[in-house]
Antibody, heavy 125, light 110 residues
Framework: QVQLVESGGGVVQPGTSLTLSCGAS????????LHWVRQAPGKGLEWVSF????????YYADSVLGRFTISRDISKNMLYLQMNSLKTDDTAVYYC??????????????????WGQGTLVTVSS | QSVLTQPPSVSGAPGQRVTISCTGS?????????VHWYLQLPGAGPRLLIY???NRPSGVPGRFSASKSGTLASLAITGLQAEDEADYYC???????????FGGGTKLTV
């Protein structure tokens, strides 16, 4: 079955950098787009970044644009999120997601089909 | 402030029916973008509950249904059970923001 396992979270100071990793298994990694979504403590979900199946397209939320970089390594079935210039507002659990391609009738839909367990990033001085 | 608006909380007795609304705008739900719903049990990560406005993934009970009209999407849960207590999130895409967007989440108390 599909598994997504995040790692790399921890406690860091404002202004520093951190890289999150997500190991994927149970599906053909190169066939699927992936996302990062975060959830601040006690808050709702916030989409962070997208990478297409072929790495051609990468998109970011305005809140992280210019500071975060998403990438993937098809040879290792790994997704990454390089986070620079971290702010206290970046404190959250970060989830790695697989964008599904689900059919119903003649239509296809692209929800966040599979989620990892999340990794906690705490930005604090 | 979330782009999609959900009530912060809803409640119902076991066996009853509840609905959770998700109000968007002309740049997201009103533009025809699909609405998906997620369930987050306490202490766990979210999981897909409804995709493409109305469709249940395999394994999701028929007690869960959803609809969409104009800029409003709704999730209905019938025959409430204690294990339905969770946070529920709607999600779509916004073409003004060029971003995937979530509702603020609704806490269901049974």
């Amino acid at each position: 079955q599909v598994q997504l396992v995040e790692s790399g979270g921890g406690v860091v100071q404002p202004g520093t950098s951190l890289t999150l990793s997500c190991g994927a298994s149970g599906f053909i990694f190169s066939d699927y787009a992936l996302h990062w979504v975060r959830q601040a403590p006690g808050k709702g979900l916030e989409w962070v970044s997208f990478i297409s199946y072929d790495e051609v397209n990468k998109y970011y939320a305005d809140s992280v644009l210019g500071r975060f970089t998403i990438s993937r390594d098809i040879s290792k079935n790994m997704l990454y999120l390089q986070m620079n210039s971290l702010k206290t507002d970046d404190t959250a659990v970060y989830y790695c997601l697989r964008e599904g391609k689900l059919s119903h009738g003649n239509n296809y839909y692209y929800p966040f089909e599979n989620w990892g367990q999340g990794t906690l990033v705490t930005v604090s001085s | 402030q979330s782009v999609l608006t959900q009530p912060p909380s809803v409640s119902g007795a076991p066996g009853q029916r509840v609905t959770i609304s998700c109000t968007g705008s002309s740049s997201n739900i009103g533009s025809g973008y699909d609405v998906h719903w997620y369930l987050q049990l306490p202490g766990a990560g979210p999981r897909l509950l409804i995709y493409g406005d109305t469709n249940r993934p395999s394994g999701v009970p028929g007690r869960f249904s959803a609809s969409k009209s104009g800029t409003l999407a709704s999730l209905a849960i019938t025959g409430l059970q204690a294990e339905d207590e969770a946070d529920y999130y709607c999600q779509s895409y916004d073409n003004n923001l060029s971003a995937w967007v979530f509702g603020g989440g609704t806490k269901l108390t049974v």
